[in-house]
């Protein structure tokens, strides 16, 4: 979808009002993500600013999770909390991306799962802070994380 947004802005449709629905205005670049881990590239490198997406491209962004999609009635559903009326739509493009099921009870303290995307590089980097807390160093030392993530890999 940040591509399509990309070609919008380039291209914009007369008539077409595009909305973004999204839960995360930072998303990952999922290409860059093993060189993220490698070390050559810093969190921010990897990661699309949404926010500027969207207004470059002169689309309405709206942070929200959606819970509910209603084709009948044409709405988009969002969680009870958010405080926001469901979202009327004409046509619809979903990127609902993966959760894995852990094979395993222990799974989930022995593994940094990928998928969902979102929510990798948080983990990683708190695997990283985590790695050179026990080694001493500290991580916030290097704003872009490079020496971490160098040191983790050793």
């Known amino acids: 979808h940040a591509h399509a ?3 919008f802005g380039m291209r914009p449709v007369p ?3 595009v909305t973004l629905v999204t839960k995360d205005v930072e998303t990952p670049y999922s290409g860059m993500l093993p060189g993220h881990v490698a070390g050559y590239y810093a969190r921010r490198e990897c990661h699309i600013d949404l926010q500027k997406l969207a207004r470059f491209a002169r689309v309405r962004l709206i942070e929200a999770q959606v819970v509910a999609v209603d084709p009948v009635a044409k709405v988009l559903k969002f969680r009870e909390d958010s405080g926001r009326p469901p979202l009327p739509y004409d046509a619809l493009s979903l990127n609902v991306g993966i959760t894995p ?3 395993f009870a222990d799974a989930a303290r022995a ?3 990928v998928k969902p995307i979102a929510g990798f590089s948080r983990a990683w980097d708190a695997l990283l802070d985590e790695k050179v807390a026990n080694w001493g160093g500290s991580s916030s030392e290097e704003e872009d994380g490079t020496e971490a993530t160098s040191a983790a890999a050793a």
């Open 5 to 7: 947004l990309r070609m």
């Open 111 to 113: 593994v940094t799962p």
């Open 101 to 103: 099921e852990f094979p």
């Open 15 to 17: 008539g077409v009002r």
